[in-house]
Structure formats: structure tokens, C-alpha cells
């Protein structure tokens, strides 16, 4: 059976931590053969760090487009980018896929004439703060891509409310919201339920990026209140930090290898700032805790409630700091049972998660 192609663009690395448009990646291309187009900066040197693989289903090729950094304060530099990419987008595609209004900078328009485009939408985009210094510009580019789109996905209810209390009218169609997930390959490494050490530290652990969400003050205020507590920082760093010697910053690391530093935390934390970007994250990172069947410590908000039976949430540094205080003293309430940990995640990998968006584009 031919399968329909689909140009596939992901405004992050490939060799980024692997997020949402990597694992969809993989698994659409069970339906589509899929070409890869994704950003890679000039100079970068972080997207080297780690060299993810690729799992695809059918046939599917990749490319990198190219960007300059200040291409789009400068004209020369912008036609110089022009240039570089002007034969890498190119090909005949039923489908478009695109994870960010950014990729509008990058694709000629005609490109996408007689289309089928569908919006990906995994976080909030205009709140981050790198958009923020140009709002209104990155408006006007999410709302032409939204018109552009016959099919919009979002991440989480909160981020689907959003977009259309922002756009209101100028969205084509109601946005679809898919949720995050896990990789279903993880489920064979669903751990037994581990007792927290009862000798030496208490080792928290964090997986994923640490930029201006992430709540550095908790983070101090836990490694000066409890002496016997580390923390380890998995992911890259896009912030100043403080040398603490209890405090371990690894960098990124190649999905596959996350498995090692999990099995040596006795609990893992989400110390986000709640701001509009966090509200409306349905984050990955939890699905793939719940792994463990360790203690998880997080941020209170309503799209944490779907993990309520398997998480332990706070509202304020205080609650934090007395779930650690319970979590040293092995007072916290235990988690559903494995079998419990197991259906839930069942029900929420990429493979449902890629089925499920099959099914809406070919109905």
C-alpha cells in the first residue's frame, strides 16, 4: 500500500533532548513516509551534546535547515540563510506538519499552497520570553499559520483554551488536544517499587531543561535546609546557576541513558514557577517518572490533576519543603500499585497518541 508522504518540520535539533515532535516523529511514520526538515543553528554547540537515534517505521529522510544567528534583524544575514536552504525544502507532500510559527520564517509560502497543514501546538508560544520581546510580530506569524491550518493539536485543554481565547475568530478549526505521552518501549522498564536509603543522602533527581521556568530558589532552599540531600539537574542548562556542592548539573544525555540516573534517585521533583507558559504544559517528563515507581515531587497545577493518584503536589516552597521533610522520614502516602502505574501509562504512550491523530486526518 503507497502510504502518503508528509514534510515533517520541527522547530528544535534533532539531537535536542527528545521531546514531543521527536517521539511523534517516529511514530507517524507508521502512517506516512515522512522527510524531516528541522532547525539547526549555525555555531550551536549544545545540539552536538548528544546524538539521539531514530526509530522510523517506513521510508523517511532528513535534513537540516539552516540558521543564522541575527538572520532576522539583518537583511544580508537573512539572504545569506535564504541561500543555504533554498534547495532543502523541496518535494511533493499531501501533508504538512509543523511544530512551531517559527518554521514560517524558513518555509516559502507557495511551499505551502494546496496543502494539507496541520499545527502542532506543544506549548504556549507566545509566553516564552525570547517571543515576548517581539510580540506582536510572532502574533501576526502564529495567527497566519493557524490560518494556514486545516487541523490544530495541542498539548494539553489549558493550552487548546488558550489558543482560542487568543485568536478567537481567525482560528480555521477548533484546536484537537492531544495529550503528551511515553515511549512504549519504556513500559518494559516499569521498576518495582524502591524504599527510600535509610543511610547517607537523599538524592532528588530532575530531567528535563532548566531555563527561566525553573524555580532555582526552591532548589536552594531545599539543599540549605536538609544537609543530607542532593539534587541532580538532567538536561541543558540555559540559565546561571550557583555552585553547590550537593547540587550535580549533568547536561543533556542521550534519551536512553536517562534509565541510569533514575535508578540512583530515590525521588524525582518539578520545580516549575507557575507563570502562563507552565499552566499549560502536560509534561513528558512525568509520564516517564512514573516509570520508577519512585516518589515524585511536583508544582500545583490543573494539568497536573490527571497524575494526582501517582504524584505529590505543592502550592507554595513550605508544602515542598515538608513533602521532602515526609520523604525523608519515609512518610509519604504510597502511590498505586504497579499494575495501577502500568494502565495508566498503557493508555498514554506516542503509539495511541500517533493512532489517535491517523485516525483524525484521514476520517
Not at 513500559?187 to 518495582?192: G, P, V
Not at 507552565?278 to 494539568?303: C, G, M, N, R
Request: proline fraction near 4%.
Amino acid at each position: 500500500m503507497t502510504l502518503p508522504r508528509m514534510a515533517y518540520f520541527m522547530h528544535v535539533h534533532w539531537n535536542w533532548i527528545k521531546q514531543r515532535p521527536h517521539f511523534l516523529y517516529e511514530e507517524l511514520t507508521k502512517y506516512f513516509h515522512i522527510d524531516l526538515f528541522y532547525i539547526g543553528r549555525v555555531f550551536d554547540k549544545k545540539n552536538l551534546a548528544i546524538q539521539n537515534s531514530r526509530k522510523t517505521y517506513t521510508e523517511s529522510s532528513i535534513r537540516q535547515i539552516t540558521k543564522i544567528p541575527y538572520s532576522s534583524r539583518y537583511k544580508l544575514l537573512c539572504c545569506i540563510e535564504s541561500m543555504l536552504n533554498r534547495n532543502k525544502i523541496m518535494g511533493e507532500y499531501q501533508y504538512i506538519w509543523i511544530t512551531s510559527p517559527l518554521i514560517l520564517q524558513f518555509v516559502p509560502r507557495r511551499f505551502l499552497d494546496n496543502k494539507m497543514i496541520i499545527y502542532d501546538c506543544m506549548d504556549n508560544f507566545l509566553e516564552f520570553s525570547s517571543i515576548k520581546r517581539n510580540a506582536e510580530k510572532y502574533f501576526k506569524l502564529e495567527c497566519e499559520l493557524l490560518q494556514y491550518s486545516k487541523f490544530v493539536f495541542a498539548s494539553s485543554n489549558t493550552l487548546k483554551n488558550e489558543l482560542m481565547r487568543n485568536y478567537g475568530a481567525k482560528l480555521r478549526v477548533e484546536p484537537i488536544c492531544i495529550n503528551n505521552g511515553i515511549d512504549k518501549s519504556m513500559l518494559r522498564d516499569l521498576r518495582a517499587t524502591t524504599n527510600i536509603k535509610e543511610k547517607g543522602h537523599l538524592n532528588l533527581l530532575y530531567i528535563g531543561t532548566i531555563s527561566d521556568w525553573f524555580d532555582v530558589d526552591l532548589i536552594y532552599l531545599i539543599l540549605n535546609k536538609f544537609e543530607d540531600v542532593n539534587i541532580t539537574l538532567v538536561g541543558p542548562l540555559e540559565i546561571p546557576l550557583v555552585n553547590h556542592p550537593r547540587l550535580n548539573m549533568i547536561g543533556p544525555v542521550i534519551h536512553e541513558n536517562l534509565q541510569r540516573y533514575a535508578d540512583s534517585a530515590d525521588a524525582f521533583i518539578m520545580p516549575f514557577l507557575l507563570n502562563d507558559l507552565i499552566l499549560s504544559v502536560d509534561p513528558v517528563k512525568i509520564y516517564e517518572y512514573l516509570i520508577f515507581s519512585k516518589p515524585i515531587i511536583s508544582i500545583d497545577y490543573e494539568e497536573m490533576h490527571k497524575f494526582k493518584p501517582f504524584v505529590q503536589l505543592y502550592r507554595s516552597h513550605d508544602e515542598a519543603l515538608r513533602l521532602i521533610e515526609r520523604l525523608k522520614t519515609e512518610q509519604l502516602e504510597d502511590c498505586l500499585s504497579k499494575e495501577d502505574v502500568a494502565s495508566f501509562l498503557s493508555n498514554n504512550t506516542w503509539e495511541k497518541r500517533a493512532s489517535q491523530i491517523n485516525n483524525i486526518l484521514i476520517r
